[in-house]
Structures are given as structure tokens and as C-alpha cells.
């Protein structure tokens, strides 16, 4: 459940599955209300292979609630508070399952987050033909396999995970997508994060650092609307400068305010189609892998 909107509500179910190197866990999720679950209605199953082991999973969509309603809790009940909390650290516990899946095949993973069309899977694509690395991606949004499809054009590999009406991603949802990737041949595993500029904020994925995009068209004042979100950046890249001369957008704003609402942040300028300032963000990325 997102504590900022009330998001992915419903039952509380468990599953149980097994890695290539014979660990089985289990994963216990609480939801209120009617809950929203990716892909389609009706019975079906699918496997997957870890190593050297086959298993299935069985799934029983009944009616037509695969996009159901959307249910929003008075967060200012006491009740409510007590369950949002029992999600968020449940959530945690499996960002922290995780981060050691990753580490453990030594993997830098970063969470891509931003509002629509900041120019997320522009950058995807950039990186990925323009660097030597192995790249993955989670791909999350709410309809469709467009984004995961421009990752595969563009060279890299590709899980896409269609949330319903859920309007971010959690650790729950990642793990099961980094099922779906060769991890044992990655160097890098990008999350792109549902687009929104609220609720994803709220969720550790397991990553290893936050990036924000905020797009030139967007404005300048972001940050200030939006705070928790560029909080929780560990970099924030201001996207397609190219467009600069366009817009009533100060890059001196955003440094200014990013410095007083989050000091920690880096910050780089760049733009995706040109390649302006993308070797900055290449270097970004080599910087933090090596020193895993």
C-alpha cells in the first residue's frame, strides 16, 4: 500500500519458491480493500528455471477483476496507519532480499524514477548504446510492452511488469521481475519505475541508489511540489537541455533548490537525443559500479 495515496489494496495471500542456489523462502503480502493485480483474468500457470530447477506458478483470476477498483484509505485512521506501516515493512524486508540477490552476482541496480515522459527509457536506450555494459531492466508501467520493447531494440534485456492501476512499483513486483533476467550475466540492472512523481518515493525496491529525472519541458518547479520525491534522490538528471533555449527553466532554480531540500544529491544535465552531458552520466555509473 502507498502511504502517500492508498494505492494496491486488497487480501493478504503468501508464495513460496525456490533460487538456483536451493534456497526456498516465502513472501507474505497484506493488502485492504479490492486489490489490482497485473496481466489478466482468468486460470493460468506459468514456470520459470533457476539453475537446475523447473517450478510453477498457478494463478486464479476469477470475474473481471484484473483492473478492478481502487480503493483509498482515510489515512488519518489509526487502523489504517498500523496496516500502511505492516505493508512498508514488509516491503523493506524484501528490498532487503532483494539487494542481497544482487549483490550476491554482483550487480549495481538503480531505481529510475520520474514523472511520464521525463525521458526515462530515452536514457535507457542511450546507455545501453553507449556503454560496455551488460544492462537488465524492469520495466514497470500500467499498460502495455512498449517501454520493454525499446529496451530490447535498443540492445539490452527486458522484464515488463503491468501494475493494473497500481501507480508504482514495490520490492514484491521487483523480485519477481528480477526472476525473469540472467542476473548470472548482468553487470547492471536498471528499475524503471512506474511514472509518477509520488508514490514510488515510498518504496525501497531493492536498488542500490535512487535516480529522479526532471525534463526541461516539466518546469522548474518541481521540487519545491514535489519534495518527496527528490528527497530520496541519490542523483537527479535534469533531461533533454537541448530544449532550454524553449522554456522559461533555470538550471540555477534547480541547483539551489536541490542543495536546500536534499544536499546530498549529485546532479547532472543532459540530454538523451543529442548526447549532451552523457558521458557525465556513463562515468556516474562506472564510478558507482566499481566501487560496489
Known amino acids: 500500500m502507498c502511504k502517500d495515496c492508498g494505492c494496491s489494496l486488497g487480501d493478504t495471500h503468501s508464495h513460496e519458491h525456490t533460487h538456483a542456489d536451493g534456497t526456498t523462502h516465502s ?31 498457478e494463478h486464479d483470476h476469477s470475474g473481471e477483476h484484473a483492473h478492478g477498483h481502487h480503493t483509498h484509505p482515510v489515512l488519518n485512521e489509526s487502523k489504517t496507519i498500523e496496516v500502511i506501516e505492516k505493508i512498508l515493512s514488509a516491503n523493506d524486508k524484501e528490498a532487503m532480499v532483494n539487494r542481497e540477490h544482487l549483490d550476491k552476482h554482483k550487480i549495481l541496480c538503480i531505481n529510475l524514477m520520474s514523472s511520464p515522459g521525463a525521458g526515462k527509457t530515452t536514457l535507457l536506450e542511450s546507455t545501453i548504446k553507449n556503454s560496455n555494459f551488460k544492462i537488465g531492466v524492469v520495466e514497470g508501467d500500467l499498460e502495455t510492452n512498449q517501454d520493454a520493447n525499446r529496451v530490447l531494440k535498443a540492445g539490452g534485456i527486458a522484464h515488463q511488469i503491468s501494475t493494473g492501476q497500481t501507480c508504482h512499483l514495490d520490492a514484491f513486483m521487483v523480485h519477481e521481475g528480477l526472476h525473469h533476467l540472467p542476473l548470472e ?20 525496491v531493492g ?13 522548474d518547479d518541481k521540487i519545491s511540489k514535489y519534495p518527496v520525491m527528490f528527497r530520496s534522490a541519490d542523483l537527479v538528471i535534469v533531461t533533454k537541455i537541448s530544449l532550454l533555449p524553449h522554456f522559461d527553466f533555470s538550471l540555477e532554480r534547480i541547483n539551489s533548490e536541490i542543495r536546500k531540500l536534499n544536499p546530498k544529491a549529485d546532479i547532472i544535465a543532459l540530454d538523451s537525443k543529442t548526447g549532451d552531458g552523457l558521458e557525465k552520466w556513463l562515468n556516474y555509473i562506472k564510478f558507482k559500479k566499481d566501487f560496489r
Open 27 to 57: 513472501h507474505h503480502h497484506d493488502h485492504i480493500g479490492e486489490h489490482v493485480h497485473t496481466h489478466i483474468s482468468g486460470f493460468h500457470s506459468h514456470e520459470h528455471t533457476h539453475g537446475d530447477t523447473t517450478h510453477t506458478h
Open 185 to 204: 550475466n548482468l553487470d547492471i540492472v536498471f528499475i524503471e519505475n512506474v511514472g509518477n512523481l509520488v508514490c514510488p518515493a515510498s518504496y525501497d
Open 207 to 219: 536498488s542500490h541508489f535512487n535516480v529522479v529525472l526532471l525534463s526541461v519541458p516539466e518546469g
